[in-house]
């Protein structure tokens, strides 16, 4: 709804715009204009709608005004390149699409992200843009508005994703309350209930419990559906390319692991890049399964084995000297001069100190702050990056072949940024503990490959 408010060219505007105010059937704007849309209203008793907002029915919006700007990448670019007040560039995925091979041919944001398949140039279906009271408008070229991305839900499904049935049901409070892991409102569950069990007031009815677990069952297919929209995108920007065994012997074993940037529109992982996690996770055993060598595995917490995890800090696990992972890294300056790394919910901390040593060039030019940067490590358009990996011979165990098991993973974020931002707590009544383990249960294998050392 925010994009057919709009109704100027911001250009890039880090999200800092105006919306035209006004309820549902005040006019809205969008590419094509009104032509189709006065057709319909000519036609109120076919499709049985109305723009009045005091009148029973159907209410739909009175006008579209034409916007053509909204078909354009700068649009996009409005929200999805952000610089911060004082400089920070925080994410820059329009910046890196306009230099990108993608934006010379003219293809656009939305070729990529509105078409028929989420994350390529693949056309654009054909057919009603409404249907109205059984009625079809008239057929137009369709856009995609679902865009996927990297991120998911972890909050209550009986909240998300928005469900009228739902929401007559019961409350938000309500639903909160309803323990889906338990099973209610199934038949194992049902049948075992133990005599004196407590339930919450709104859900001590059998036949609600059940009423709520279909709408429920109906939340699982769309947020299932839109699993595999979010793994169809994040499988076209990452792709996992060869694996090259460079030795492979009783001396031990070295390989490398090709990972590519599979669209030339953006770097991956763009926008929010300081909080990406693409990573990949290595276990080699031998024939027993005795693992051998670990790389990109977790520590308790959910988080990787990196300089953000607090077992590493505490000296409770290793480093992971291996681990290959995209995730930008927010840098900020210290007292003489040097940089720290940081994990910033926010990434402009107000006790940032300032540069101590002068910059070489005027940062008035550049537009960067003096405190701190994004140290990016994702992969350029059509580019790609080796992870090597290298396991000595006494770590072998003479019981050959080995295997490597190989995953490119997605999760949205890391643990850790829960834990810097836990303070302030989360909606819904989830504590910091279960958003983390939502967050870690929904990260997504984008690839897999196994690979066997023939070492004797």
């Known amino acids: ?88 560039r925080l994410e820059e995925a329009y910046s890196e699409y306009r230099l990108s091979p993608a934006a010379a041919r003219g293809e656009t944001c939305q070729d990529c992200h509105m078409g028929k398949v989420q994350g390529v140039v693949s056309g654009y279906e054909t057919g009603p843009a409404a249907v109205v009271g059984g009625v079809p408008s008239a057929p137009r070229k369709l856009t995609n ?82 699993r595999q929209q979010r793994l169809e995108v994040l499988r076209n920007g990452y792709v996992m390319g060869k694996i090259v065994t460079k030795r492979a012997d009783r001396s031990g074993i070295e390989f490398q692991v090709q990972v590519k940037n599979g669209t030339d529109g953006h770097n991956v992982p763009t926008g929010f890049s300081g909080e990406r996690l693409v990573w990949l996770d290595v276990t080699v055993t031998d024939r027993e399964g005795t693992v051998v060598f670990r790389s990109g595995d977790r520590d308790p917490n959910g988080d990787l084995r990196d300089g953000h995890s607090a077992y ?53 030019f550049t537009g960067e702050p003096p405190t701190e940067r994004n140290h990016k490590m994702g992969i350029e358009p059509n580019g790609q990056r080796w992870a090597p990996y290298e396991i000595a011979g006494d770590a072998l165990t003479g019981k050959g072949p080995y295997r490597a098991d190989i995953k490119l993973i997605s999760q949205p974020a890391p643990v850790n940024l829960l834990v810097a931002m836990q303070s302030v707590g989360f909606d819904y009544g989830i504590t910091p503990r279960q958003a983390g383990d939502a967050l870690v249960a929904g990260a997504q294998v984008l690839w897999q490959r196994e690979v066997v050392f023939d070492v004797k």
């Open 145 to 226: 508005h679902f865009f996927a991305g990297p991120d998911y839900s972890v909050i209550h499904p009986g909240i998300f994703p928005h469900n009228a049935e739902a929401q007559q049901m019961a409350t938000l409070a309500e639903w909160l309350q309803f323990d889906v892991a338990a099973g209610w409102g199934t038949d194992k569950f049902e049948d075992n209930v133990p005599e004196g069990h407590e339930f919450p007031e709104r859900w001590r009815s059998i036949d609600d419990r059940y009423d709520a677990r279909e709408i429920l069952n109906t939340q699982f297919e769309r947020l299932e559906w839109a």
């Open 1 to 88: 709804m925010v994009c057919h408010r709009i109704d100027r060219d911001y250009n890039k505007a880090s999200g800092r715009l105006a919306l035209v105010e006004g309820g549902l059937t005040e006019a809205v704007y969008g590419p094509a204009g009104n032509a189709e849309l006065a057709r319909v209203l000519e036609n109120t008793h076919e499709y049985r709608v109305v723009t009045d907002p005091k009148e029973p029915g159907r209410k739909i919006h009175k006008e579209i005004k034409q916007f053509t700007n909204i078909s354009q990448p700068v649009f996009c670019g409005t929200c999805h390149d952000v610089t911060l007040f004082n400089g920070f």
């Open 312 to 364: 590493v800090h505490a000296g409770e696990i290793e480093l992971d000297p291996y681990l290959f992972s995209l995730q930008s890294i927010f840098v900020t300056q210290n007292g003489r001069g040097g940089e720290i790394e940081h994990v910033i919910p926010i990434p402009y901390p107000v006790t940032a100190l300032p540069r101590v040593l002068p910059s070489a060039v005027s940062l008035v």
